[in-house]
C-alpha cells in the first residue's frame, strides 16, 4: 500500500531555515516523480518543486525559486526540501504526492497536482513563520 509521511515541519522565525522529509513506504519511490505542494488557509494549492525520477529534472514555482532546493535519496526512499529564507508568507500545511503515472514533464506535476485516484499524498505537515 502507497504510504507517504512529511516531517520537519515547525515554527521557524523569518530568515530561517527548515528541511522537510518525505517518506515513502509500501513502494519504491525511485519509480515515481514527487512534487512539493502547499496550502495556506483561505487559498489554493500551490505546486513548489517537483523532481523527477531519475533526478535529472527539477522545477521551482517562482514564489520559492533561489530559496528552496527539492533532493532525493532513493536509497532512504526519501524525498527532502530544504527552505531557506523563510518568510511570512510561506505558512502553510506543506505535502508531497506522487502521480500514479510519470508524468512527461516535471513542470506539469507542480502545475497540475494529482488528484483522486491519479496520486498519492501524505498527510502535511505544518510550518509557521514568525515575523
Known amino acids: 500500500q502507497v504510504h507517504l509521511v512529511e516531517s520537519g515541519g515547525g515554527l521557524v522565525q523569518a530568515g530561517g531555515s527548515l528541511r522537510l522529509s518525505c517518506v515513502a513506504s509500501g513502494f519504491n519511490l525511485d519509480r515515481y516523480d514527487v512534487g512539493w505542494f502547499r496550502q495556506a488557509p483561505g487559498k489554493e494549492r500551490e505546486g513548489l518543486s517537483c523532481i523527477s525520477r531519475d533526478e535529472n529534472s527539477t522545477y521551482y514555482a517562482d514564489s520559492v525559486k533561489g530559496r528552496f532546493a527539492i533532493t532525493r535519496d532513493n536509497a532512504k526512499n526519501t524525498v527532502y526540501l530544504q527552505m531557506n529564507s523563510l518568510r511570512p508568507d510561506d505558512t502553510a500545511v506543506y505535502s508531497c504526492?506522487?502521480?500514479?503515472?510519470?508524468?512527461?514533464?516535471?513542470?506539469?506535476?507542480?502545475?497540475?497536482?494529482?488528484?483522486?485516484?491519479?496520486?498519492?499524498w501524505g498527510p502535511g505537515t505544518q510550518v509557521l513563520v514568525s515575523k
Open positions: 504526492a506522487v502521480p500514479r503515472v510519470p508524468v512527461t514533464m516535471i513542470r506539469g506535476l507542480c502545475v497540475q497536482p494529482p488528484t483522486g485516484p491519479f496520486g498519492s
